[in-house]
């Protein structure tokens, strides 16, 4: 691909062709703002804060819907810029319900940190009007607060591009656009799978996970990254940790597999863990009842029921299928264990089909 050469804030890059002035930027550690975009959904220049200067235009183009050229000098930190974003800031919040101290995502909201970070305390539009959505916590998985809602469409994009659903999108026109499914019916009306993909893109407090919810701040958990039990995929994710339990799963885009991708069993179906169902004690069926033994004793049971199907039958009449849900580990040990220990090729896999 052809190489073009671009200035950014006195540094030059060369960059592929069709790359844009906000991902040139950020290969050379200039961070430019930006609240609707997102690495992995189309750019569509819908908030205005990644605005630059590049010379030779009027106006302050949006970076990232702007592609570089070859020459092409950009400033990402004038004096104007800062003004502008500032205002864009302003102008976000405007409609804003600022109720920063009891939100969810405090600590994790982009608006938050922008605000922040370019000194903007509130709106000087104070007669602007506020939305007064009732909260949506009506489906198990999404809690929607649209009073918080930006419209920068990260979720209608991630809907669209990750989940390949399109359930929801904008509706509305003016200061009554909202986001949301066909009808703008709740979501427990629509078809959503509840993948959570549009919570993992959202920069604000709109869109939370239910089972998260008012259970703490974002910085009091403790991250831990790992694999889906759920399915051989292998999807990553971190499971967010507090006082020793798990208390939800947020995307770890940093996943080599999927990236922010989930489908709902990773991303909500975490919730067994902590079942007071689950078996913590192997059981062995005695006179017709399971009754809890010691593993030695369940590991001898297996082994002589399983020596005497053999011996009376044959390694033939044992066939094993295996799980999706276990590790490489687990299922090369069932497959080695059924022909090397009872004599079979008898073995098989819920997804080998
Ligand atoms: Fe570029 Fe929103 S990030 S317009």
């Given at each position: 691909?052809?190489?073009?050469?671009?200035?950014?804030?006195?540094?030059?890059?060369?960059?592929?062709?069709?790359?844009?002035?906000?991902?040139?930027?950020?290969?050379?550690?200039?961070?430019?703002?930006?609240?609707?975009?997102?690495?992995?959904?189309?750019?569509?220049?819908?908030?205005?804060?990644?605005?630059?200067?590049?010379?030779?235009?009027?106006?302050?183009?949006?970076?990232?819907?702007?592609?570089?050229?070859?020459?092409?000098?950009?400033?990402?930190?004038?004096?104007?810029?800062?003004?502008?974003?500032?205002?864009?800031?302003?102008?976000?919040?405007?409609?804003?319900?600022?109720?920063?101290?009891?939100?969810e995502?405090?600590?994790?909201?982009?608006?938050?940190?922008?605000?922040?970070?370019?000194?903007?305390?509130?709106?000087?539009?104070?007669?602007?009007?506020?939305?007064?959505?009732?909260?949506?916590e009506?489906n198990p998985f999404i809690v929607?607060?649209?009073?918080?809602?930006?419209?920068?469409?990260?979720?209608?994009?991630?809907?669209?591009?990750?989940?390949?659903?399109?359930?929801?999108?904008?509706?509305?026109?003016?200061?009554?656009?909202?986001?949301?499914?066909?009808?703008?019916?709740?979501?427990?009306?629509?078809?959503?799978?509840y993948?959570g993909?549009?919570v993992?893109?959202?920069?604000?407090?709109?869109?939370t996970e239910k089972q998260m919810y008012g259970k703490g701040?974002?910085?009091?958990y403790?991250?831990?990254?790992?694999?889906?039990?759920?399915?051989?995929?292998?999807?990553?994710?971190?499971l967010m940790?507090k006082?020793?339990k798990i208390a939800g799963v947020t995307?770890?885009?940093?996943?080599?597999?999927?990236?922010?991708?989930?489908?709902i069993?990773?991303r909500f179906g975490w919730d067994f863990v902590h079942?007071?169902?689950?078996?913590?004690?192997?059981?062995?069926?005695?006179?017709?009842?399971?009754?809890?033994?010691?593993?030695?004793?369940?590991?001898?049971?297996?082994?002589?029921?399983?020596?005497?199907?053999?011996?009376?039958?044959?390694?033939?009449?044992?066939?094993?299928?295996?799980?999706?849900?276990?590790?490489?580990?687990?299922?090369?040990?069932?497959?080695?264990?059924?022909?090397?220990?009872?004599?079979?090729?008898?073995?098989?896999?819920?997804?080998?089909?």
């Amino acid at each position: 691909m052809a190489l073009v050469t671009v200035t950014i804030d006195g540094l030059t890059v060369q960059v592929p062709e069709g790359t844009s002035v906000l991902d040139a930027a950020r290969s050379i550690g200039i961070n430019i703002p930006a609240l609707c975009h997102d690495p992995d959904l189309t750019p569509v220049g819908a908030c205005r804060l990644c605005v630059v200067e590049v010379e030779g235009m009027r106006n302050l183009p949006a970076s990232c819907v702007t592609m570089v050229t070859d020459g092409m000098v950009v400033r990402t930190d004038t004096p104007q810029i800062m003004e502008a974003r500032k205002t864009i800031l302003e102008l976000l919040i405007a409609n804003h319900p600022l109720d920063c101290l009891s939100c969810e995502k405090l600590g994790d909201c982009m608006l938050a940190d922008y605000c922040y970070q370019y000194g903007v305390k509130e709106s000087p539009f104070i007669d602007a009007a506020k939305h007064d959505y009732e909260l949506e916590e009506s489906n198990p998985f999404i809690v929607r607060d649209l009073n918080k809602c930006i419209l920068c469409g990260r979720c209608i994009r991630a809907c669209a591009e990750m989940t390949c659903k399109d359930i929801i999108d904008f509706s509305y026109r003016g200061f009554n656009t909202k986001v949301g499914p066909f009808g703008d019916t709740p979501l427990i009306e629509s078809d959503c799978v509840y993948c959570g993909n549009c919570v993992s893109v959202c920069p604000t407090g709109a869109l939370t996970e239910k089972q998260m919810y008012g259970k703490g701040r974002r910085w009091e958990y403790n991250k831990v990254t790992t694999t889906c039990p759920f399915c051989g995929t292998g999807c990553n994710f971190d499971l967010m940790v507090k006082d020793g339990k798990i208390a939800g799963v947020t995307s770890n885009p940093d996943s080599p597999v999927n990236g922010k991708q989930l489908c709902i069993k990773g991303r909500f179906g975490w919730d067994f863990v902590h079942s007071d169902k689950r078996l913590t004690t192997p059981l062995v069926k005695k006179n017709g009842e399971f009754v809890p033994v010691s593993w030695d004793e369940a590991f001898d049971t297996i082994a002589a029921n399983l020596g005497e199907i053999k011996e009376k039958y044959g390694g033939k009449s044992f066939a094993a299928l295996s799980s999706a849900r276990c590790t490489n580990e687990e299922n090369y040990l069932v497959q080695k264990f059924t022909r090397t220990v009872m004599g079979t090729n008898n073995v098989d896999h819920c997804a080998r089909t």
